[in-house]
């Protein structure tokens, strides 16, 4: 018995489905790593992976980085969790200050999940309305507000007479009382987006959405589309939040404003930003975070807040990730995937689209068009071809590569340290993989 099934058996005994956090359990089932390093994870059998998971994107340093394990093991020496503010606090904050446009104020939280709950509670209390406008597609973490319309919502909602969707749950339990408070739009549709904020400009709080939705692999905002949003929300009081939980330190140092050149009211950051760390923030305009308290009466605080350890941890990294050519560095890496991506599927007839921005890739098996939004993804994507191929990769020690979710194919995630070589060596092992799995059109 391989140490891998006799964990599996003991796991499951104590831990629900042998995993200690739900999405942990691919198509496979549960991993037990023994250890990781730059692109690497080994398992508790010594068996080598090259990661794509990457840590749900977190990690775009690689596992390990050796800065940020100094950065840590110097922390350690003061302590671990203080409760309180230290000099490494202001550094991290005054830096969020300083980059990243809209940010004036910033406040720390431990999980995406946690920002995008309180940032709308802040837009709530801002406006003095309720309701949020989201896109379908686009997660926002697993709280009861926003879990709607995701990847895990058992089927896609009716579509009403003005082009909105109906808000189906991403999870039993979520209330239904809370589904009105949610208004759901087609991503990157202008006119719908007009009709359907229109009809609810008085009682909207916010309008959230991922700026580049890669939580349906990768798909950017159409051009005017986020501006049109911005001046939308703009007239009509409402706040605009932009979740760059994935985007934000990724796809450039200050996310997706820096590259559509769009300001958000507010922003929520969390995975890159602590590459690794258990960090999220969220920051934005001075008149809406200074109705956070003790500034104001909207409560955001928590235990585990801001520690120490945490935030020596992501300062570091953010040094890392300012180093000059640092993005030129990732984006030449995501390039160099994305057309050696493009060439091996030509070579074998598949029929594909591929793109990726800041070490994030999506490939749309059957398709060969851009995909606008998540029905367009659904229509056209061969999700069977798709599974066969994700199992196949999985033998061949490419960890998480394309892990198929139920309405769209979860991105690959890249780090500066899936050098050339390691991404040479995917690709001979995706070579492989199509040569076993031959493409077939869907049933
Ligand atoms: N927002 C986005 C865009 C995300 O991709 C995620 C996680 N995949 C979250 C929020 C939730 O973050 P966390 O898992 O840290 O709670």
Redesign the pocket.
């Known amino acids: 018995m391989s140490k891998t099934d006799e964990l599996r058996s003991r796991a499951e005994r104590a831990l629900v489905g042998g995993v200690s956090s739900g999405w942990n359990y691919l198509l496979d089932g549960p991993t037990f790593v023994g250890n990781a390093a730059g692109p690497y994870l080994w398992d508790v059998d010594g068996q080598r992976h090259i990661d794509f998971i990457m840590g749900?994107?977190s990690l775009l340093l690689g596992h390990d980085p050796p800065v940020l394990r100094r950065a840590l093991m110097q922390a350690l020496e003061n302590g671990f969790l203080f409760g309180y503010e230290t000099p490494l606090h202001v550094e991290l904050a005054q830096t969020l200050c300083s980059q990243i446009p809209g940010v004036a104020r910033v406040r720390l939280a431990?999980?995406?999940?946690?920002?995008?709950l309180h940032a709308l509670r802040i837009a709530r209390a801002w406006s003095g309305r309720t309701r949020v406008l989201k896109f379908e597609g686009?997660?926002?973490?697993?709280h009861d507000q926003l879990l709607y319309a995701t990847d895990s919502s058992p089927r896609l909602g009716a579509l009403n007479a003005d082009g909105s969707i109906e808000p189906v749950a991403g999870s039993a339990g979520v209330p239904e009382a809370l589904a009105p408070l949610c208004v759901i739009a087609p991503w990157n549709d202008v006119e719908a987006f007009q009709r359907i904020a229109s009809a609810h400009r008085h009682d909207l709080a916010a309008v959230i959405l991922?700026p580049i939705a890669?939580?349906m692999g990768c798909v950017p905002p159409v051009p005017k589309f986020l501006e049109t949003i911005r001046a939308w929300t703009a007239d009509a009081g409402v706040a605009l939040i932009f979740?760059?939980?994935?985007?934000g330190f990724r796809v450039a140092f200050a996310g997706s404003q820096e590259l559509y050149s769009v300001t958000p009211d507010l922003v929520?950051f969390?995975?890159a930003l602590g590459c690794g760390m258990p960090i999220?923030a969220v920051g934005g305009r001075a008149d809406m975070m200074e109705t956070l308290a003790p500034r104001g009466p909207v409560e955001m605080s928590g235990t585990n807040t801001g520690r120490v350890l945490t935030v020596a941890g992501t300062v570091a990294a953010l040094r890392e990730l300012s180093q000059p050519g640092f993005y030129a560095h990732l984006n030449e890496l995501t390039d160099v995937f994305v057309s050696g991506m493009k060439e091996l599927l030509a070579r074998h007839n598949v029929p594909a689209y591929v793109t990726g921005l800041g070490g994030r890739i999506a490939i749309y098996f059957g398709m060969t068009e851009a995909p606008l939004n998540l029905r367009a993804i659904d229509a056209g994507w061969n999700r069977q071809f798709h599974t066969a191929f994700y199992a196949r990769a999985r033998l061949k020690g490419l960890y998480g590569f394309l892990n198929p979710l139920p309405w769209s194919p979860e991105a690959i995630t890249l780090s500066v340290a899936h050098s050339r070589d390691v991404l040479n060596s995917t690709l001979s092992r995706v070579d492989d993989v199509l040569h076993e799995v031959p493409y077939r059109h869907a049933d």
């Open positions: 749900w994107g431990n999980s995406g999940t946690e920002a995008t686009h997660f926002h973490g697993l991922e890669f939580n979740d760059e939980v994935l985007t929520c969390g995975k999220a």
